[in-house]
């Protein structure tokens, strides 16, 4: 009999494309001094009217193919859920429980990292990594004192690819993915790139032939980008790219704009206010919170035009979506599999995975072993059925296995994705090595 999890409601991984590297700080790039390219494609004037979805509207899944399921209500405000997760994310208090160190220099792109955290101190915020984590698989990795602790053993390679985190570009999508489709990396925000999944905010022109997004803002002049400025709304992002693919991702919080009596746009006194994740401690806070988030920091419309930002939104604000996200077991893990070191089945989701955990735990509760899989983005073309929506179980059963003795234990399963995160399975079992 299929064990039917009851829904709930959630509010709330390491590898870099070879086509694009996300730059995350505040330092600027050097704007692209060749000749704007002619252009052929003007973007379509959006609607910025909010769609609200009713209840009683949501779609109904077929759940039938799965042994079990979890589904997760939708937000009732798609806007002010954004801005909460990132906000939550920005905001997770932790200690750090060893030195350690995320640092990269990418020469080629003009931008790098080098963020210390050192031992005992206090930190705000999810690191910054490029593993595509959530909240919730963060929090597994703090100890009751809330410290988190980094070992040689457990994350292999360089720290901003490995340890649980964010950076700029996937705490936006992470924040957008819990109601909407948008999955990748920071192209998704660029209107001339192919992995474009956002919509152009205003009528300003682009091209596909342009290299940077300072092409676009050039071809357009200030006076017409102020127009599409003066747009944002609360969750609406910003991004730029130079002509080196170094590109940047900020989610907007507020957006305050100046007129002349002729209705003109005055540039230098209109701002936005952004929730953003850097490369870089915010060196603004005066509280003494030690932070590489940056909330509601201001930048002028002179600013983000003399930065290259263009603006974009998801067509969920204006069409809504009553499809609600869920994660879905295919098959029954049992005892007599888990008993000769083996499990079979796979995960499934209309969103798109963050993290997969496997857990034996001894009788006393302690954990005897551990596999995390997170950035699922990062997948192994060459396992059969596996995606970042669907992750397959049996190239992860022998890590698992491979140094558990003989004994009585407990297996869990948990899968995250944006939305929240559900335990899939917990099934007890004797072990004979």
């Known amino acids: ?5 009851k829904l709930l409601a959630a509010l709330t991984i390491f590898a870099v494309i070879a086509t694009v590297i996300v730059s995350c700080g505040n330092t600027e790039v050097s704007e692209t001094s060749a000749e704007t390219k002619p252009v052929t494609e003007k973007a379509e004037t959006k609607n910025t009217e909010e769609t609200q979805t009713p209840e009683n509207e949501i779609k109904k899944t077929d759940y039938s193919k799965y042994f079990t399921y979890k589904e997760f209500e939708l937000p009732t405000d798609f806007r002010q859920a954004a801005i909460d997760y990132m906000l939550e994310a920005a905001n997770v208090v932790w200690y750090c429980g060893q030195d350690f160190s995320t640092s990269e220099n990418f020469e080629a792109q003009g931008w790098g990292i080098s963020l210390d955290y050192k031992k005992g101190e206090e930190y705000h915020g999810l690191p910054y990594a490029n593993s595509y984590s959530t909240v919730e698989e963060f929090e597994r990795y703090l100890d009751p004192q809330r410290r988190f602790n980094t070992s040689p053993d457990k994350w292999l390679g360089k ?9 700029c570009a996937s705490s936006v999508i992470t924040s957008l993915a819990h109601f909407a489709d948008i999955h990748g990396y920071s192209v998704a925000f660029c209107p001339f790139e192919k992995s474009f999944q956002a919509i152009p905010l205003g009528d300003y022109t682009y091209n596909e032939e342009m290299v940077s997004t300072y092409d676009i803002t050039n071809a357009n002049k200030p006076a017409k980008m102020n127009e599409c400025y003066s747009l944002l709304q609360k969750g609406d992002v910003i991004m730029h790219m130079n002509e080196k693919r170094a590109a940047h991702v900020r989610m907007i919080h507020d957006n305050h704009v100046e007129k002349k009596s002729d209705g003109s746009i005055v540039g230098r006194k209109s701002y936005v206010t952004t929730i ?9 806070r005066k509280d003494g919170v030690k932070t590489t988030w940056y909330v509601d920091h201001t930048y002028t419309y002179e600013d983000l035009f003399s930065d290259g930002y263009v603006p974009s939104t998801i067509k969920e604000y204006t069409e ?6 869920y994660i879905g077991l295919t098959r029954e893990i049992n005892a007599d599999d888990l ?11 209309n969103s798109y995975f963050r993290f997969l955990l496997f857990e034996i735990f001894n009788k006393d509760g302690s954990i005897a072993a551990r596999y995390a899989k997170h950035n699922t983005l990062d997948y192994d073309d060459s396992q059969p059925g596996t995606s970042s929506q669907k992750m397959d179980f049996r190239k992860y059963a022998p890590r ?3 140094d558990l003795a003989s004994g009585e234990y407990t297996f869990v399963l948990t899968a995250g ?8 399975a917990r099934v007890d079992f004797t072990y004979a090595k």
Request: aromatic residues 8%; negative net charge; without cysteine.
């Open 400 to 402: 698992l296995f491979e």
């Open 1 to 5: 009999m299929k064990n039917v999890l």
């Open 417 to 424: 994705i944006p939305a929240g995160e559900a335990e899939l």
């Open 320 to 325: 809504g979506n009553t499809i609600p996200m």
């Open 276 to 284: 953003e994740q850097t490369n870089k401690f915010d060196a603004q």
């Open 339 to 349: 008993a000769e070191g083996a499990f079979v089945g796979s995960v499934e989701t």
């Open 159 to 167: 720290a901003w690819q490995s340890i649980p985190g964010l950076e």
